[in-house]
Protein backbone atom coordinates (compact mmCIF):
# COMPACT_ATOMS: atom_id res chain seq x y z
CA UNK A 1 0.00 0.00 0.00
CA UNK A 2 1.05 3.91 -0.65
CA UNK A 3 0.31 6.90 0.76
CA UNK A 4 0.07 9.90 -1.22
CA UNK A 5 0.16 13.35 -0.50
CA UNK A 6 0.45 16.05 -2.33
CA UNK A 7 1.18 19.93 -2.55
CA UNK A 8 1.67 22.90 -4.71
CA UNK A 9 -1.40 24.38 -5.05
CA UNK A 10 -2.36 27.76 -4.80
CA UNK A 11 -4.00 31.16 -6.82
CA UNK A 12 -2.03 32.09 -9.93
CA UNK A 13 -2.93 34.53 -12.84
CA UNK A 14 -3.94 33.15 -16.25
CA UNK A 15 -0.54 32.17 -18.09
CA UNK A 16 0.93 31.91 -14.78
CA UNK A 17 3.41 28.62 -13.84
CA UNK A 18 2.62 26.34 -10.87
CA UNK A 19 4.92 23.01 -9.91
CA UNK A 20 2.55 20.21 -7.77
CA UNK A 21 4.79 17.31 -5.75
CA UNK A 22 3.02 14.22 -5.00
CA UNK A 23 5.28 12.46 -1.97
CA UNK A 24 5.00 8.88 -1.58
CA UNK A 25 5.28 6.88 1.50
CA UNK A 26 7.11 3.38 1.33
CA UNK A 27 10.09 1.97 0.01
CA UNK A 28 8.93 0.96 -3.39
CA UNK A 29 7.61 4.14 -4.84
CA UNK A 30 9.58 2.56 -7.77
CA UNK A 31 7.45 -0.01 -8.63
CA UNK A 32 4.08 1.98 -9.19
CA UNK A 33 3.14 3.69 -12.15
CA UNK A 34 1.52 7.30 -11.10
CA UNK A 35 -0.77 9.88 -12.35
CA UNK A 36 -2.12 13.49 -12.17
CA UNK A 37 -6.13 13.53 -12.48
CA UNK A 38 -8.58 16.74 -11.79
CA UNK A 39 -11.79 17.55 -10.51
CA UNK A 40 -13.60 21.10 -11.37
CA UNK A 41 -16.33 22.31 -9.88
CA UNK A 42 -19.25 20.32 -11.10
CA UNK A 43 -17.50 18.02 -13.37
CA UNK A 44 -16.23 14.62 -12.97
CA UNK A 45 -13.19 13.59 -12.53
CA UNK A 46 -10.40 13.36 -15.37
CA UNK A 47 -7.39 12.29 -16.23
CA UNK A 48 -4.57 14.35 -16.63
CA UNK A 49 -1.27 13.00 -17.16
CA UNK A 50 0.59 9.64 -16.26
CA UNK A 51 3.99 8.59 -16.02
CA UNK A 52 5.31 4.84 -15.87
CA UNK A 53 6.91 3.39 -13.30
CA UNK A 54 10.11 4.07 -14.77
CA UNK A 55 9.49 7.31 -15.87
CA UNK A 56 10.10 6.49 -19.56
CA UNK A 57 7.04 6.56 -20.80
CA UNK A 58 4.60 9.41 -20.10
CA UNK A 59 1.01 10.31 -21.84
CA UNK A 60 -1.61 13.31 -21.08
CA UNK A 61 -4.96 14.75 -21.30
CA UNK A 62 -5.20 17.10 -25.24
CA UNK A 63 -6.21 19.77 -23.52
CA UNK A 64 -2.75 20.22 -21.46
CA UNK A 65 -0.59 18.73 -23.79
CA UNK A 66 2.69 20.89 -24.61
CA UNK A 67 1.60 23.23 -21.52
CA UNK A 68 2.05 20.46 -18.57
CA UNK A 69 4.79 18.13 -17.82
CA UNK A 70 4.67 15.07 -15.63
CA UNK A 71 7.90 13.86 -14.65
CA UNK A 72 9.30 11.52 -11.10
CA UNK A 73 12.08 11.51 -8.80
CA UNK A 74 12.48 7.31 -7.26
CA UNK A 75 15.05 8.48 -5.12
CA UNK A 76 12.85 10.99 -3.55
CA UNK A 77 10.08 8.96 -3.75
CA UNK A 78 8.13 12.45 -5.49
CA UNK A 79 5.99 13.01 -8.83
CA UNK A 80 5.60 16.14 -10.30
CA UNK A 81 3.42 18.09 -12.47
CA UNK A 82 4.69 21.55 -13.80
CA UNK A 83 2.11 23.38 -15.26
CA UNK A 84 2.56 26.35 -17.73
CA UNK A 85 0.48 28.63 -19.32
CA UNK A 86 -2.32 27.97 -16.88
CA UNK A 87 -6.05 28.63 -18.05
CA UNK A 88 -8.51 29.18 -16.29
CA UNK A 89 -10.88 26.17 -17.34
CA UNK A 90 -7.47 24.72 -15.46
CA UNK A 91 -9.40 25.98 -12.39
CA UNK A 92 -9.51 21.95 -10.47
CA UNK A 93 -8.67 20.07 -7.29
CA UNK A 94 -5.77 18.05 -8.66
CA UNK A 95 -5.44 14.32 -7.56
CA UNK A 96 -2.46 12.00 -7.40
CA UNK A 97 -3.04 8.58 -8.00
CA UNK A 98 -0.82 5.53 -8.03
CA UNK A 99 -1.47 1.77 -9.28
CA UNK A 100 1.53 -1.25 -8.74
CA UNK A 101 3.26 -2.37 -11.68
CA UNK A 102 4.60 -5.03 -12.87
CA UNK A 103 6.30 -3.48 -16.18
CA UNK A 104 9.03 -0.78 -16.88
CA UNK A 105 6.61 1.12 -19.66
CA UNK A 106 3.15 0.75 -18.83
CA UNK A 107 0.47 3.68 -18.50
CA UNK A 108 -2.65 3.19 -16.30
CA UNK A 109 -5.89 5.04 -16.01
CA UNK A 110 -7.99 3.06 -13.02
CA UNK A 111 -5.57 3.74 -9.95
CA UNK A 112 -5.91 2.27 -6.69
CA UNK A 113 -4.14 4.85 -4.44
CA UNK A 114 -5.19 8.48 -4.43
CA UNK A 115 -4.31 11.42 -2.43
CA UNK A 116 -6.62 14.06 -1.02
CA UNK A 117 -5.64 16.39 -3.40
CA UNK A 118 -4.46 20.03 -4.09
CA UNK A 119 -6.47 23.02 -5.16
CA UNK A 120 -5.66 25.41 -8.22
CA UNK A 121 -7.40 28.10 -8.71
CA UNK A 122 -6.22 30.00 -12.12
CA UNK A 123 -7.84 33.39 -12.45
CA UNK A 124 -8.55 35.31 -15.55
Known amino acids: QVQLVESGGGLVQAGGSLRLSCVASGRTFSGYAMGWFRQAPGKEREFVAVI ?16 FTISRDNVKNTVYLKMNNLKPED ?9 WSDYDLALYYDMAYWGEGTLVTVSS
Open 52 to 67: SRTGVRTNYADSVKGR
Open 91 to 99: TAVYYCAAR
